[in-house]
Structure formats: C-alpha cells, structure tokens
Nanobody, 128 residues
C-alpha cells in the first residue's frame, strides 16, 4: 500500500509562485506514474501534470504548460510541482496520485480512475 502526503499549498497573488510536494511511503516500487490533479468544487478532477518515475518523462495539460514544472527526487520519494506565473483560475484543491500502470497512452494519464492511490489534497488560492 502506498501513502501520499501533499504539502506546500497556500495563498498567493496572481503572478506569484508556489511549490507543492508529494511524499510517498510504503511499497513505492510499484509506482510508475505520479500525477498532480486539481479540483474546483462542483467540477471534475483535472489531471494537470504527470511524471514517469522510472524515466522522468513528463506531461502537462495545456493550461499549465510553460508555467508549472513537475519533478522528482527519488532519494526522498518525493514529487514536486513548481507553479509559476500563477493565475486566479489556478485556485483549486490539488491532489497527487500514484499509478501502478506501466504505460499510459495519449491522455490516459489525465484520467483519475487510472490512479490507485491518492493524497488528501492541499488547497491553493490565487488572488487577483
């Protein structure tokens, strides 16, 4: 079983930056992908960035491409989401999730049901 714990959320003004962390513990050898999702109340959870933990390959949704960066520190079993040039529309609850699937095709990495383990979430608020 995998336990994921997010941290680093908070409030920031538009144009500012935040860095989220996702620390994994447990049987982490079964994790092939870790992704960041975000969710606004009343809306579906949206996959915004993913990283293939074995090779470091990354993917982003268009709305965050060029502004957010996902990275990992394997020694610490931690994945980060550096968020720059933040906008009010980035306001959401942010979750990290882990998948034991060995490969995603196309946009499969963005689909919540493809992830087995989830963190509790961390709130991010961007004010204008």
């Amino acid at each position: 079983q995998i336990k994921l714990v997010e941290s680093g959320g908070g409030s920031v003004q538009a144009g500012g930056s935040l860095r989220l962390s996702c620390s994994a513990s447990g049987y982490t050898a079964t994790i092939y992908y870790i992704a960041w999702f975000r969710q606004i109340p009343g809306q579906e959870r949206e996959g915004i960035a993913s990283i293939y933990t074995a090779g470091g390959n990354t993917a982003y949704t268009d709305s965050v491409k060029g502004r957010f960066t996902i990275s990992q520190d394997n020694a610490k079993n931690t994945v980060y989401l550096q968020m720059d040039s933040m906008r009010p529309e980035d306001t959401a609850m942010y979750y990290c999730a882990a998948s034991d699937r060995r490969r995603f095709l196309g946009r499969e990495w963005r689909v919540p049901r493809n992830y087995r383990d989830w963190g509790q979430g961390t709130q991010v608020t961007v004010s204008s």
